[in-house]
Nanobody, 126 residues
């Protein structure tokens, strides 16, 4: 399955952005039965887990650094996953990646994900 992340951009601290991740696949393959995750990699930092959602959206998890500010959601009908980001901080500046998990639930470890999008850059300015 191929993942296409979009929605990044330049935003002032305190502002909001919504990232989207659209999935497409050969032979009708979709992500409807996969857990999904968002990761990010800031300048000179390791890639880190941001948020995850299970196959039907009933279970969501967040990194402590974004809890209460970011919301992950999914639309199974359109094979799209979203990351709504509010109250953005300078330290949220990063390339954000969406990924499809090998199982029906999400995970915090990047090794549990088999497909990755190309990343979308979010820059938060003061």
């Amino acid at each position: 399955v191929q993942l296409q992340a979009s929605g990044g951009g330049l935003v002032q601290a305190g502002g909001s952005l919504r990232l989207s991740c659209a999935a497409s696949g050969r032979y009708g393959r979709t992500i409807s039965n996969n857990g999904m995750g968002w990761f990010r990699q800031g300048p000179e930092k390791e890639r880190e887990f941001v948020a995850g959602i299970n196959w039907n959206g009933g279970d969501r998890s967040y990194a402590d650094s974004v809890k209460g500010r970011f919301t992950i959601s999914r639309d199974r009908a359109t094979n799209t996953v979203y990351l709504q980001m509010t109250s953005l901080k300078l330290e949220d500046t990063a390339v954000y990646y969406c990924a499809a998990a090998r199982r029906a639930w999400s995970a915090t470890s990047a090794g549990e994900y088999t497909s990755w999008g190309q990343g979308t850059l979010v820059t938060v300015s003061s």
